[in-house]
């Protein structure tokens, strides 16, 4: 594991926000960073040179798609993820655990694993931790992560504490199966909603991380206050000499939320996700392309972003393409929203080693929600 390592940079003296750097066998990563997710080994119509021109330093993808298509393999016979998809910088995988408990009554869960139903084929399939390793061994990512159990929120807390002791045991078997040295396995933080088991789900996994450590289970349908409070109850327990990765995370408030309580990586769908839909994230808040009221506007989509789509087009052809149902579109809309958040990081990141990231979160709040907030 000589080939990662973490540095911790710089602590905002305000908030305890951290600027950092994570080494990784395919470079460096400057932290607090955003992930864009490459679910099935490609960011949705984002061309990987494009990518690295608006900055992007490290990916995600999916195991569970992977797994399904084209099949881990496939994707081992051509040399791994990065060969695969023509990606020389960072990749991180995910476990597929959150897809498979996605599938409802598609899958069932044991303390063994969990078989389901393929959503593609109806097909059977099983997933252990020691298979799973398996196969995020096969895909070859720098990243990998510890299959767990995600709860849904709102469960009991019966439900939600066994589901929290079969993450720890199956992150015991996880890093028993773990056996690649070039690859670093992160253990996940769970316990739903509650704070005692959340203290007790740190405490266990910590133990378990050797150069990162992520929390799951948030950012699944729980108000944002409560979200927030789980994440100031576990801080003390996470490590300090290592990323913390806060998983499913891509909103602004919770990027920003997420860095003020010492997160340093976070990754989500949503900027592309919206931007296939006609929607930008913009510094003055969301603009949806398709209405009406953008027919005759010959104006950027930002006018403080310095992305190739607010350089070159207004909103009047952006309106245009999304109506016409045009590729193009999305492109440009992912360029944008891609690009948005990762320059909020990186000014995010800038403010930290300034020692002024509240006053940075509270200029963004004033002008992306028009009010300001604490």
């Known amino acids: 594991m000589s080939d990662f390592s973490y540095e911790l940079i710089h602590t905002d003296k305000h908030t305890g926000a951290r600027a950092g750097v994570f080494h990784t066998p395919h470079g460096d990563i400057e932290t607090p960073i955003f992930m864009p997710v490459g679910t099935a080994a490609t960011v949705k119509s984002l061309l990987p040179s494009t990518l690295k021109e608006i900055g992007t330093q490290i990916l995600l993808a999916n195991t569970y798609h992977l797994y399904l298509r084209p099949g881990s393999q496939i994707v081992k016979q051509a040399g791994g993820l990065h060969k695969f998809m023509n990606w020389d910088r960072p990749i991180l995988t995910d476990s597929g655990g959150f897809q498979v408990f996605s599938l409802g009554d598609l899958r069932k869960i044991?303390?063994?694993?969990?078989?389901?139903?393929?959503?593609?084929?109806?097909?059977?399939?099983?997933?252990?931790?020691?298979?799973?390793?398996?196969?995020?061994?096969?895909?070859?990512?720098?990243?990998?992560?510890?299959?767990?159990?995600?709860?849904?929120?709102?469960?009991?807390?019966?439900?939600?504490?066994?589901?929290?002791?079969?993450?720890?045991?199956?992150?015991?078997?996880?890093?028993?199966?773990?056996?690649?040295?070039?690859?670093?396995?992160?253990?996940?933080?769970?316990?739903?909603?509650?704070?005692?088991?959340?203290?007790?789900?740190a405490k266990f996994v910590r133990d378990y991380a050797e150069c990162g450590i992520a929390v799951g289970g948030l950012s699944v349908g729980e108000p944002s206050d409560v979200m927030y409070r789980m994440m100031d109850v576990i801080r003390p327990y996470l490590p300090e000499n290592m990323p913390r990765y806060l998983m499913g995370v891509g909103t602004p408030d919770y990027l920003l939320e997420g860095f003020e309580r010492g997160i340093d990586m976070c990754d989500c769908v949503l900027p592309t996700r919206i931007a296939r839909n006609g929607t930008a994230m913009t510094s003055h808040g969301k603009v949806v392309v398709r209405n009406g009221v953008y027919k005759q506007d010959f104006t950027p989509l930002d006018d403080k972003c310095d992305c190739y789509c607010c350089q070159n087009f207004t909103k009047a052809y952006l309106r245009h393409l999304v109506n016409c149902k045009e590729i193009l579109a999305a492109q440009l809309l992912s360029i944008h929203n891609v690009h948005f958040l990762l320059n909020l990081v990186k000014g995010a990141r800038q403010a930290i080693l300034n020692d002024c990231f509240v006053e940075y979160k509270r200029a963004f709040y004033a002008d992306y929600y028009g009010k300001r907030q604490s």
């Open 110 to 201: 044991t303390d063994e694993g969990v078989t389901f139903s393929s959503h593609i084929d109806g097909s059977k399939h099983i997933f252990t931790p020691e298979s799973v390793m398996q196969t995020e061994h096969d895909l070859g990512a720098d990243i990998i992560m510890a299959f767990d159990e995600c709860s849904t929120y709102g469960c009991d807390k019966k439900y939600a504490k066994s589901a929290m002791e079969r993450t720890h045991k199956w992150l015991d078997r996880c890093a028993k199966a773990h056996t690649n040295g070039e690859q670093m396995l992160f253990p996940i933080v769970q316990g739903n909603m509650f704070e005692d088991l959340r203290v007790q789900s």
